[in-house]
């Protein structure tokens, strides 16, 4: 069983900053990649980030140059950095991880980008 904990959310104003984090911990036995996705009302769940366990990352196009993911493997943490935020990045942010073929979604953490 693995857990995850996401936190950092909560209300910033258009143009600020946000730094998510994600603590795993359970049976993880390699390193796997990590994944943040969001969600809003009557949306589907979307990728936004994913870094390898080599540190590789990809990015949504609506993310790019915005977002930056990284990782702490020594500490199963992953931190999502999120500037110049817009009101259309409010939504409910998860992370994700994908172990053993069972993939495990953290409770999820609320930003709100509104002034």
């Known amino acids: 069983q693995v857990q995850l904990v996401e936190s950092g959310g909560g209300l910033v104003q258009p143009g600020g900053s946000l730094t998510l984090s994600c603590a795993a911990s359970g049976r993880i036995f390699t390193i796997k990649p990590m994944n943040w996705y969001r969600q809003t009302p009557g949306k589907e769940r979307e990728s936004v980030a994913t870094i390898s366990s080599g540190g590789s990352t990809d990015y949504a196009d609506s993310v790019k140059g915005r977002f930056t993911i990284s990782r702490d493997n020594a500490k199963n943490t992953v931190h999502l950095q999120m500037n110049s935020l817009k009101p259309e990045d409010t939504a409910v942010y998860y992370c994700?991880?994908?172990?053993?073929?069972?993939?495990?979604w953290g409770k999820g953490t609320l930003v709100t980008v509104s002034s």
């Open positions: 994700h991880l994908r172990t053993g073929g069972v993939d495990y």
